[in-house]
């Protein structure tokens, strides 16, 4: 009879390693899971140097953090331990962050976060310590389904789902990763909170990028890679320069505030020319893509994608953590992969996640999903791709 973790085993024969942050949701996953019986190990990372960030409200895995894990694991009884993660989380969040930037590129590094730390070098490390599972307190669920592998779905509470942060994780992983929160409501975290007696029950919730202290990305840009700070030209759609700009990382594409341009209508960033050190800014109606080129695709939805893409997989997708899904198709376009939107979508960010649902809401299920590489708009469709105004694919979504 599996336990409630969906583990073969009596819960105080079952060890699970929780990660945590020392924020409430991860408290609230180790105290549960201790009061069922398990054999709970916490573990908090060290990403990076604390001090600036350590009395600042507002950022997850601050100094202060540490202190409050290492106080909820005494309170509810179980072995702490603080892993230095530092080099690990520079070379694969922090740098892979600033190359991105100065690419032109508006990245996600809590993505890169899941997918090359904690759930690559934590789940390592929990395994060596003969962990069944490794457990955190994302608002995410998994189910398991017919050929006994687990799916990745959304969580119950759709203004705190994370399913676009972990569309990485690799059906490996999911094997092994427990979400208790996935179910819950933030309210309900919170009342579990304070009935454990947890006094992180009123933490306020991590806002900002954990590595940035002052809250200004372009400084840890700026030290990393000074080029992306060099002066250039803001031009329209015909290249005309219409201004000058102190670095392209001071920008993203759908920006229109802060241009320090005269205009008599509004303009927006349209694309960032990392190369000639050009922002490209124009008319919202500029901002509309269809196509949207993929690098590092993941699936994990059923059976291999290789094989079950054909002519195309009728998708919902999300270009950004804050927008709702929208209908879209797969394809496989040489030796790639892009996405066709049905409706478009305004403000596609190169470096932002293009994530894979199987549903526009609810408990949706996760099918993966890819960088952006690259968006195009209708009027500049490549050659030999069918126009979205005349696929069948899509009139058939339309209706």
């Known amino acids: 009879m599996p336990n409630s973790l969906d583990l073969e085993g009596r819960p105080q024969d079952t060890r699970i390693v929780v990660a945590m942050s020392g924020g409430v949701d991860s408290s609230v996953t180790a105290a549960l899971l201790k009061s069922e019986g398990y054999d709970v190990v916490g573990i908090t990372l060290q990403l990076y140097d604390h001090g600036a960030a350590t009395h600042r409200k507002g950022a997850c895995c601050a100094g202060r953090d540490i202190h409050d894990a290492r106080n909820v694991a005494e309170r509810?009884?179980?072995?702490?331990?603080?892993?230095?993660?530092?080099?690990?989380?520079?070379?694969?969040?922090?740098?892979?962050?600033?190359?991105?930037?100065?690419?032109?590129e508006t990245p996600v590094p809590c993505i890169e976060c899941n997918r090359s730390v904690k759930f690559r070098?934590?789940?390592?490390?929990?395994?060596?310590?003969?962990?069944s599972a490794l457990a955190t307190g994302h608002y995410v669920a998994s189910r398991r389904v017919a050929d006994g592998s687990r799916a990745l779905v959304c969580a119950a509470d759709a203004d705190r789902d994370q399913s676009y942060f972990l569309f990485a994780t690799t059906p490996e992983q999911l094997d092994y990763l427990r979400f208790p929160l996935g179910d819950m409501t933030k309210p309900q975290t919170r009342e579990l909170a304070r009935r454990f007696g947890l006094e992180v029950a009123?933490?306020?919730?991590?806002?900002?990028?954990c590595f940035v202290p002052t809250g200004r990305y372009t400084d840890i840009i700026g030290r990393l890679k000074p080029g992306?700070?060099?002066p250039g030209d803001i031009v329209d759609l015909d290249g005309h320069v219409i201004g000058q700009h102190q670095g392209i990382i001071h920008f993203t594409v759908g920006q229109r505030k802060g241009l320090g341009i005269a205009s008599p209508a509004p303009l927006y960033v349209v694309k960032l020319d990392a190369a000639n050190r050009r922002v490209v800014v124009g008319p919202r109606e500029a901002l509309r893509m269809d196509r949207i080129q993929l690098r590092d695709v993941n699936w994990i939805g059923d059976g291999a994608l290789?094989?079950?893409?054909?002519?195309?997989?009728?998708?919902?997708?999300?270009?950004?953590?804050t927008r709702p899904p929208q209908p879209a198709w797969l394809r496989a376009v040489d030796g790639g992969y892009e996405v066709e939107l049905v409706a478009g979508e305004e403000g596609v960010s190169p470096g932002q996640a293009c994530v894979f649902y199987d549903a526009p809401s609810g408990q949706a299920r996760v099918l993966g999903g890819?960088?952006?590489?690259?968006?195009?708009?209708?009027?500049?469709?490549?050659?030999?791709?069918?126009?979205i105004t005349t696929s069948p694919l899509a009139e058939a979504m339309r209706g």
């Open 76 to 104: 509810i009884g179980i072995p702490h331990y603080v892993l230095d993660y530092e080099s690990r989380f520079r070379e694969s969040v922090i740098d892979n962050f600033a190359d991105s930037y100065a690419l032109g």
């Open 121 to 131: 070098d934590l789940l390592s490390t929990a395994r060596e310590l003969g962990a």
């Open 202 to 209: 009123d933490k306020q919730d991590s806002q900002d990028i």
């Open 228 to 230: 992306a700070i060099e």
């Open 306 to 321: 290789d094989r079950v893409i054909g002519a195309g997989i009728e998708m919902f997708v999300r270009v950004r953590s």
């Open 370 to 387: 890819g960088f952006i590489k690259s968006a195009t708009a209708r009027k500049v469709a490549r050659a030999g791709v069918q126009d």
